[in-house]
């Protein structure tokens, strides 16, 4: 690399689909670097025309092994598509996932893919911004179908595959007794609940068990608009992921495009505003506390004061106006 290019410059390029671009944009966004706002806004208005597609599922449940088993099918549907994947074990930077059955490295070498893994710890100014930041940038350089993938451990990670136009949960079998939904969240935000390795046995089990789940949360509510369909795959034997992508186009097709798609969206740009804002505060804050940090500490050290009035007093300084 020889000069520094600046981050505006960087975006017309990765709109072309320069590769280079793209990923630098996104390394900036990730790091919060200094000059990358602007693009990144700029970035934001261009974006909006891909499909963002959520999936999320605990460790272990298949979930890159399903992304690689759709990319193939809708590359072959002439789609382009983008992968963010936050969770560094995602196998992506090469090699074959199921042997020669799921070959990542195919897509690796295709210029229709593009895949990107993010650290779940790292990314200056939250996960959840640096993801979407990511989504935004591909959604600009003209992937059509971009695949979010998130570990659904922890309330984050779970938020993140929300934010999104079409939610995938995917459960397996084998990950002990209980539907792992269930205990991280996951239960209700599926727009598409997917049973992953039906090919073993216990995987029966796991299907039953989670349409039971869906059957009693729905008796609850209102009348669904759409009725959240629970689908077995298996990569092992390759079925499953016809189906699969037959609902996920039901769901663009019925929700998507609809009143439910209006909605999302507007969920979606309010969890972005939230994110931002709370960023933005915390370093606002961050930087004005910093230099007299002591001067709240030492009460608190002496204790001739408490945690919580200190606090208070450290977060009105930082609030206030600077004196001149
Ligand atoms: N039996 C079986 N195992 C699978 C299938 N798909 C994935 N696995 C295995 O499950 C493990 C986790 O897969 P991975 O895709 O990395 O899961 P992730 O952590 O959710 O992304 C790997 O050992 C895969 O080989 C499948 O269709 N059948
Ligand atoms: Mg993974």
């Known amino acids: ?9 960087l975006v017309p390029r990765a709109a072309r689909g320069e590769t280079a671009a793209i990923g630098r944009l996104i390394s900036r966004a990730e790091a919060g670097a200094d000059d990358v706002r602007g693009a990144m806004a700029e970035i934001y208005r261009r974006a909006g025309r891909a499909h963002i597609i959520g999936l999320t599922g ?12 759709l990319t193939t099918r809708l590359r072959a ?29 195919d897509h690796v070498l295709d210029d229709g893919v593009y895949i990107r893994s993010m650290a779940t710890h790292g990314a200056v100014g939250g996960l959840a911004r640096a993801a979407l930041d990511a989504v935004d940038v591909l959604d600009v350089a003209g992937f059509d179908t971009i695949i979010l993938e ?4 922890g309330q984050d990670e779970v938020e993140i595959a929300r934010a999104s136009h079409t939610t ?27 049973v992953s390795k039906c090919d073993r046995s216990d995987a029966n089990r796991t299907l039953m068990d989670l349409k039971h789940m869906l059957t009693s949360a729905v008796a609850a509510g209102h009348a669904p608009l759409w009725r959240v369909p629970v689908l077995g795959v298996s990569a092992y034997a390759n079925e499953g992921f016809d189906e699969l992508l037959a609902a996920v186009q039901a769901h663009v097709d019925q929700i998507v495009h609809g009143e439910g798609g209006v909605q999302r969206r507007r969920e ?3 969890f972005r505003l939230q994110k931002t804002a709370e960023d933005l505060l915390m370093r606002r804050f961050i930087a004005a506390t910093a230099p007299q940090l002591e001067r709240w500490t030492d009460p608190l050290v002496e204790r001739t004061s408490d945690p919580y009035s200190e606090a208070a007093g450290m977060i009105s300084a930082a609030l206030q106006p600077p004196r001149v």
């Open 168 to 194: 995938i949960v995917v459960s397996a079998p084998g990950l002990g007794d209980e539907v792992q939904a269930i205990k991280a969240g996951m239960l209700e935000i599926a727009d598409i609940h997917v």
């Open 150 to 153: 998130t570990v659904g451990v």
């Open 268 to 270: 979606i740009a309010r």
């Open 58 to 69: 605990v460790p272990g449940s298949g979930k890159s092994t399903m992304v690689c088993a």
């Open 77 to 105: 549907a002439g789609r382009r598509v983008g992968i963010v994947a936050v969770d560094p074990s995602s196998p992506y930077s090469g090699g074959s996932i199921l042997g020669d059955r799921i070959r990542m490295a």
């Open 1 to 9: 690399m020889s000069r520094y290019v600046p981050s505006l410059e």
